[in-house]
């Protein structure tokens, strides 16, 4: 058994309101490391077995499809340790 | 100028809507890899310099407070290299 993870972000140039108000909370509370924060998703997918090569072309079309939009998005696929 | 990654999963015993939806969402447009699929959110933190070891602890301590809900959620925080 095998998970894969999918690590959505919005690209750069996107507006990420997200990670603003994040970003805004973090020193109302008292920390100030922050210089920007941005915000996005992360897929943990268990697959069966060791991944094949035909199954990682399966889930990087369906992060390009399902979970991330290339319009907006970028996307990484792993398989985790 | 550091990338500090945050990953905030659900905790494994704890029911996840979107992740279901996503997992069965998946057949649906042809792709049968997944046994099962959980979703969560990704924090990429930009701080100045280097971080420190104060910095690094002042990141866990947001973690717990803000970024994550630890009755519900595991987090894990990383430094992007």
């Known amino acids: 058994m095998a998970i894969i993870v999918v690590e959505v972000m919005l690209k750069p140039e996107i507006l990420d ?10 020193p109302r509370l008292g920390f100030t490391f922050a210089k920007s924060v941005r915000q996005g998703k992360r897929f943990e997918i268990e697959v069966e077995g060791t991944p094949t090569a035909a199954q ?24 985790q340790a």
């Open 17 to 26: 309101p997200q990670g603003v108000a994040v970003g805004a909370a973090l």
């Open 56 to 79: 990682m072309a399966d889930i990087e079309k369906a992060a390009a499809t399902l979970l991330a939009n290339p319009v907006i998005e970028t996307y990484v696929v792993k398989v």
